[in-house]
Structures are given as structure tokens and as C-alpha cells.
């Protein structure tokens, strides 16, 4: 990598040297002598001082001696090549850039056509998944949209959330979550990272498995032969049909916001939280067949259960779907199908 040019400090007795050279009108071979002794500097300090000047253009070579110049007429002289060596290169730039972009077409139809013949890799063990994470976050231009369920540890889901090495690329990323995670303070933590790095965080009550999906292109998938492995798809109608999936999560999710967070710190998702208890419950779910879908303990379900059916002055559970019916906590829709085929009356019918 090349360094960056940083301008050479000028020798502590520059000044002195260029005060009085300007007394004096320059500097002479004769002068030397007679310059160090009134400045107290040694013969080699004298030197470097001299040099230093001419090479900032502040002592000019004329007639045997060395004649001060203005520092405007220093700059004008330093300066000046460093600028027009700028507009070259600035050419140059625009010249590489224009050939080189005149084959993305070539590039990216000839990666549409690998990703139709490579349409899935199996990558196996946390490491490789992490490393392959991240060079498709490197190469990402448009956006990376990932789902994740359940509350485990942070650093088991950072594994699996690629961050855009520098903000300002104009990626737009979004993550999703279940609803628990705002109740959960080293999670929120990670979430309020992750809002104010420019990322886009919603939470939602249900997800059904973890995913990554890189510019619509490209989903990662956790493999189901352990490990830690993932799987990696490419074939452009499948990866659609899978972001097409996480965006309909994410349209009915909730906004997460760390300045608006109630003292629950559950905020508006508290009652997309009770829609989805409700539903399950009216639909004959267990408690701990609730509590696993909406990534929370039995005990925690229990106690939402209980403020539900507190809330909704219910008495038993069935009773607590009609009165979530006749209150608009939930809608009729969607219900017939979880009492398809049975002829007792729906909750509807009931609740109507």
C-alpha cells in the first residue's frame, strides 16, 4: 500500500537562518562563519538549515549566494507542480475508469450465468461461514437483508451479521429480529449498534430460520448438517422467492427505535406480541409449542398468557380469543384455517 507524502518539518534554526538572510540580503559562502557564530549553531546545523530552505524554495541560488524569496513566491513554486500532478492523475483516474467500466456488463452477465451453474455451495464450520460473510460484504453494492430468530448469545448472531466496512457506501442494510430481543439488554445493545451505524432494524413475533440474502443475488442459508455450516444459494429464481419471504416479514414487523423504547422495552411490538399469543392460543397451541415459535421461555409465555387473558377479562382461553375478536386485537382472518374441518363453531361464529 502506498504511503501517504507528509511535508518534512522545517531544522529549528531554519527561522533564525531565513531572518537573517533577509537582514542581510542572502547568504554568502563567506557569510557561513560569520552566520553561525551570531546564530550559535554549528556548522552541519547551519547546513541542514540552508538545505532545508532551498527545498522549500525560501532561499534562491543567484550570483554565489543564496537570496531570500517571498513565501507567497515559495508556495506558488511548491505548490503549483503538486496541483498539475493532481490533474493528471485525476485524467488518468477517468481514463482507467471508463475502460474498466465499460466491461461490467460482460462481468456481470457472465456472473448471473456461474450463478446459474453454481446455484448452491455447501460451506462448512463457523470460521469459513464468518469469512465468506464478510467478503460478500465487501463486495455488496446495493443492499444485504438478514433474519434473526431467537434470543441466543450476540456473539452466536454476529456470526451471522455481516457489517458494511464503511457506512458511507451507500448500502442499505436491514436486520430482523423476534420481538424478544428488545427485552433482552445485551441484544438491545447490539441493536442499537446496528441503528446507529445507518442500519435499518425491525422485529417481528415469528421467523422461521435464519438467512442472509447479499444485493438479491445471493442467500445464506444455516445447514442442516451441523457444524455450523451453511448453505449457500445462487440460482437468481430461488434467491427471489427467499427475499421476496423475509420482505413480507419485514413489511409487518416493527420499526425498532432505541429513543422511543416504553420501560417494557417492548414499545409498539408489545402488542403484535399479544396478536400472536392470542392466535396461537385460539388456534389450541400448547404453551410450550407458543413459547418456542416466539423464541421466548415458558415461563415468560405463561406470564404474557396470563396478562392477556388478565387484560381481555377472559377466564379461560377460548374465552380470551372471542373477547381478542370482539376487541379488534385480532381479526377474523386467517382463522378458518386453523379450525378447518372440525364442525364446532370458529371463533367468528362465536364471536359474531
Not at 451479521?161 to 439488554?185: E, K, S, T, W, Y
Not at 444485493?215 to 448438517?225: G, I, M, Q, V, Y
Not at 410450550?288 to 382461553?317: F, G, K, P, Y
Amino acid at each position: 500500500m502506498r504511503r501517504p507524502r507528509t511535508a518534512e518539518p522545517l531544522p529549528p534554526l531554519a527561522a533564525l537562518v531565513y531572518r537573517w538572510s533577509l537582514d542581510h540580503g542572502g547568504v554568502s559562502s563567506a557569510d557561513r562563519p560569520t552566520l553561525a557564530a551570531e546564530l550559535d549553531g554549528a556548522a552541519d546545523e547551519i547546513e541542514r538549515a540552508l538545505d532545508a530552505l532551498l527545498a522549500h524554495k525560501l532561499l534562491v541560488p543567484t550570483a554565489g549566494a543564496l537570496v531570500p524569496a517571498s513565501p507567497d513566491s515559495a508556495m506558488a513554486g511548491l505548490i503549483t507542480p503538486i496541483e498539475l500532478e493532481i490533474k493528471e492523475l485525476e485524467h488518468y483516474a477517468g481514463d482507467l475508469t471508463a475502460q474498466v467500466h465499460s466491461l461490467r456488463a460482460m462481468y456481470f452477465e457472465s456472473r448471473r450465468e456461474r450463478n446459474r451453474r453454481e446455484a448452491v455451495d455447501v460451506v462448512e464450520g463457523h470460521g469459513r461461514v464468518r469469512s465468506l460473510l464478510d467478503a460478500y460484504a465487501r463486495r455488496c453494492s446495493s443492499e444485504i437483508l438478514s433474519a434473526h430468530p431467537g434470543t441466543t448469545t450476540r456473539t452466536e448472531i454476529e456470526t451471522w451479521l455481516p457489517r458494511v466496512p464503511g457506512p458511507d457506501r451507500g448500502i442499505r442494510v436491514r436486520a430482523l429480529f423476534q420481538h424478544p430481543v428488545r427485552a433482552n439488554p445485551g441484544l438491545r445493545e447490539l441493536l442499537d449498534e446496528l441503528s446507529d451505524e445507518g442500519g435499518e432494524v425491525r422485529t417481528g413475533d415469528e421467523l422461521p430460520d435464519r438467512i442472509v440474502i447479499f444485493d438479491r443475488e445471493t442467500a445464506f442459508l444455516p445447514s442442516r448438517a451441523g457444524h455450523g455450516g451453511a448453505v449457500v444459494v445462487r440460482e437468481p429464481s430461488t434467491v427471489d422467492f427467499l427475499h421476496r419471504a423475509v420482505e413480507q416479514s419485514w413489511s409487518t414487523a416493527v420499526a425498532y427505535d432505541a429513543h422511543t423504547m416504553t420501560a417494557d422495552r417492548y414499545a409498539t411490538a408489545g402488542d403484535e406480541l399479544k396478536r400472536a399469543i392470542v392466535h396461537m392460543l385460539a388456534a389450541g397451541a400448547k404453551d410450550e409449542h407458543i413459547a418456542r415459535r416466539l423464541s421466548i421461555s415458558v415461563r415468560t409465555c405463561r406470564r404474557h398468557i396470563a396478562e392477556v387473558m388478565l387484560e381481555l377479562r377472559a377466564s379461560s382461553r377460548f374465552q380470551a380469543g372471542v373477547q381478542a375478536l370482539r376487541s379488534g386485537l385480532l381479526s377474523t382472518a386467517g382463522y378458518g384455517e386453523a379450525f378447518a374441518g372440525d364442525d364446532t363453531p370458529g371463533l367468528a361464529d362465536v364471536a359474531g
